[in-house]
């Protein structure tokens, strides 16, 4: 089992890219997610949430809706929101999925 | 023979000294000497610039946001051509919040850009206020409270603090680090929860962002000629209202986004949203619905996935129900109230958008900001 916890990134989760300010979406798709997914099976990722000052919405489009864009595909993204873990704010999990989604209906229309 | 008072004797005694020494002088130099001295003297004087602070620093009124923004034309004219630039606070007697967060960004912008450059100011006067007529100096405890005096090098010798403005802070960056945001609503006290500070947070890392992405394409049309990517950001807390302020001092909303954005895209916006001119507040409306239309998109066209940004400052209206967002950037102002919020008040200038049940206002001044400001209000109670 592989446990994210997003305060253990950055307590500040920042803006959409790390030339715009630190601790990015950016920054935690490459660094966190991305080499999560290639370590363990989606099913056995669990990320956390909680215990950051905040997100905004542009951190957690391109952490997660970029991952349909870096190429990976639109089921397994969506297997993430099943392991997510967000008890302060339980609306972020359904942002995340319609990031995911919109992510990958953009792709389809390349 | 009347005798004469002391203070008389005195001021005949200052006279006749001055009467000698312009003797002195005259004797001493010939007329082209004094022409040339005079010249001097001039020259000299216009190297020390005035202006007069107006006395409501104010941009929430029409009236005062035309007075205080041709102030702030004037002082940075004043600061750019002299050495030294005195302020005179004599009639400032009111101050706002966003006012203050613009002044203070002026001034850090301006002695950034002339580090040798002089600015000294009189202090405000204190006003009498409430039941009992006491002095209160709110002007100068709010200018000290944000560092103004200490921009400029000021020592504040009146240690008066107006206990509205005790949490009142203010500070500045050049990249969207969401460390610097937190730390400021850090200092709110502690009946606010975590849940609101984490909905304040996430407005304001993203009007940050926005500020660093997109304010500062080219240098801003002032004069000054000097690229200052910054940003401000004000947090102010009293008995009735928390505040929330991002300034950036850029190009504006309106200059950048019909440059991010294609022809074809911001006239969808107009269209769903029934947009029907250019003028600076319609566009900074349009700005904030480029998050839904690009959603609304998404499943025909390939955009990128930027611009989510405008859907986080209307959210704090639907997070905080009574809470007012003002948007202000060049000339225009966009106002959204939450649904519990009393509309805000009718002006000739102001329009409110069909169809919203007057949540939604716009406003268009004579004067520009030249920039943006970016402002949350929420009562207390709704916290």
Redesign the interface.
Request: without cysteine; negative net charge.
């Given at each position: 089992m592989k446990y994210i916890n997003v305060i253990d990134f950055?307590?500040?989760?920042?803006?959409?890219?790390e030339r715009?300010?630190?601790?990015s979406g950016e920054k935690f798709r490459e660094t966190i997610l991305l080499p999560a997914l290639r370590t363990a099976p989606i099913e056995e990722i669990t990320i956390n949430l909680d215990g950051?000052?905040?997100?905004?919405?542009?951190?957690l489009?391109?952490a997660f809706?970029?991952l349909i864009r870096r190429g990976i595909d639109h089921d397994t993204a969506l297997k993430i929101c099943n392991n997510l873990i967000s008890k302060?704010?339980d609306s972020l999990i359904e942002e995340i999925r319609?990031?995911i989604n919109?992510?990958a209906?953009?792709?389809k229309?390349? | 023979m009347k005798k004469l008072s002391r203070d008389k004797l005195l001021q005949a005694l200052t006279i006749g000294k001055k009467r000698a020494r312009r003797e002195t002088f005259r004797k001493h130099t010939t007329p082209s000497e004094r022409a040339k001295l005079a010249r001097r003297k001039i020259r000299n004087k216009s190297r020390h610039g005035n202006v007069d602070a107006p006395a409501k620093l104010d941009i929430y009124s029409a009236k005062n946001h035309a007075i205080f923004v041709s102030f702030l034309d004037n002082y940075r004219r004043t600061v750019k051509n002299n050495k030294k630039t005195f302020i005179s606070f004599r009639n400032s007697t009111r101050i706002t919040a966003a006012a203050a967060l613009l002044l203070v960004a002026e001034t850090d912008r301006l002695v950034t850009a002339y580090p040798n450059a002089v600015i000294r100011c009189s202090f405000p006067p204190a006003t009498t206020e409430g039941k009992y007529r006491n002095y209160q100096n709110i002007v100068e405890s709010v200018l000290n409270q944000i560092g103004f005096f200490k921009l400029i090098d000021q020592e504040c010798v009146s240690h008066t603090k107006h206990h509205s403005v005790e949490i009142w802070r203010q500070l500045s960056g050049s990249t969207a680090d969401g460390s610097l945001a937190a730390s400021l609503l850090d200092s709110l006290p502690e009946e606010i929860t975590k849940a609101s500070r984490q909905k304040l947070y996430r407005g304001a890392i993203e009007a940050i962002a926005n500020s660093v992405e997109h304010a500062y394409p080219s240098p801003r049309n002032d004069g000054i000629g000097t690229m200052d990517s910054r940003w401000w950001m004000l947090v102010g807390y009293d008995a009735t209202y928390l505040t929330v302020i991002i300034c950036d001092l850029g190009v504006g909303i309106p200059s950048t986004l019909p440059k991010k954005h294609p022809e074809s895209f911001l006239s969808l916006i107009r269209t769903r949203f029934s947009i029907f001119d250019n003028s600076d507040a319609e566009l900074i409306r349009a700005s904030t619905h480029v998050k839904e239309t690009r959603s609304h998109l998404s499943t025909s066209t390939k955009l990128p996935n930027r611009g989510k940004g405008g859907a986080d400052f209307r959210n704090i209206a639907k997070a905080f129900p009574t809470a007012t967002l003002i948007v202000r950037s060049n000339k225009g102002a966009f106002f959204l109230t939450g649904e519990a919020a009393k509309p805000l008040k009718k002006s000739s200038s102001r329009r409110y958008v069909d169809g919203t049940n007057r949540t939604e206002s716009t406003l268009n001044h004579s004067n520009s900001i030249r920039g943006t400001l970016t402002e949350w209000i929420v009562p207390v109670q709704d916290i």
């Open positions: 950055s307590e500040f989760p920042g803006p959409r890219y715009i300010g630190p601790n950051t000052a905040g997100y905004g919405s542009s951190f489009e391109e809706g970029g302060e704010d319609i990031y919109e992510a209906e953009s792709a229309n390349v | -």
